[in-house]
């Protein structure tokens, strides 16, 4: 069954150094989620895509974070400059259609000192 | 965006023992989704409901969406320690862009 990419699988940086996460979906999959999850609670919706444009971004802390899928495949997640805060997992999902269920990767598990 | 309650918050029984997670809202829901993660492991899609009354089941697992599509629950029949993780509901509010929003979900522990 194919899989939802995501790499790496764990990062730990320092504060006010920037880290980078990258999203591979499902081949086909017009749409892209990023979602953070703290330990313990539900995956909070960060950006969605519909092919190569945003759908939403209202959840994202756009003075640091920014997401890109330039070609409507891959996507890029970034934090600069990160923050103790930070410190979550974070979930890459695609999926067919807008209404369609989310098929999730591994996800990044991001620690910052 | 459109809220979703689920309780408990954490739940642990017995193998054997039935569980079962609710989902609730003040508005009506279009639809729901539920997702299970495992511990250690990423979200996976179990079911969507769209319809008033719409009950489904998936082996000892049923899910059911209220008459008014305010509330929505999934039961466990004779839980076994494979059901160990975190059972997530999730909507999408009428008047969003599509979007996704999950509820805080349900711990269910199983003693062996």
């Known amino acids: 069954e194919a899989e939802v990419a995501q790499s790496p699988r764990y990062k730990i940086t320092e504060k006010s150094q920037a880290v980078a996460f990258w999203c591979d979906p499902i081949s086909g999959h017009a749409t892209l989620y990023w979602y953070r999850q703290i330990l313990g609670q539900g995956p909070e919706l960060l950006v969605q895509f519909q092919d190569e444009s945003v759908v939403d971004d209202s959840q994202l802390p756009k003075d640091r974070f920014s997401a890109e899928r330039l070609k409507g495949v891959d996507s890029t997640l970034k934090i600069q400059p990160a923050e103790l805060g930070d410190s979550a997992m974070y979930l890459c999902?695609?999926?067919?259609?807008?209404?369609?269920?989310?098929?999730f990767g591994n996800g990044t598990r991001l620690t910052v000192t | 965006g459109q809220q979703v309650m689920q309780i408990p918050q954490y739940q642990h029984v017995q193998e054997g023992e039935d569980f079962t997670t609710y989902c609730n809202s003040s508005t009506t829901l279009s639809n729901i989704q539920w997702y299970k993660q495992r511990p250690g492991g990423h979200p996976v899609f179990l079911i969507q409901?769209?319809?008033?009354?719409e009950v489904k089941k998936q082996k000892r697992l049923t899910f059911q969406f209220g008459e008014a599509k305010k509330n929505s629950s999934l039961h466990i029949t004779a839980t076994q320690t494979t059901d160990v993780g975190t059972y997530f509901c999730a909507n999408r509010p009428p008047d969003s862009s599509y979007k996704l929003i999950f509820g805080s979900g349900t711990r269910l522990l199983v003693r062996p």
């Open positions: 999902a695609s999926s067919p259609g807008l209404q369609s269920p989310l098929h």
């Open positions: 409901l769209v319809k008033s009354g």
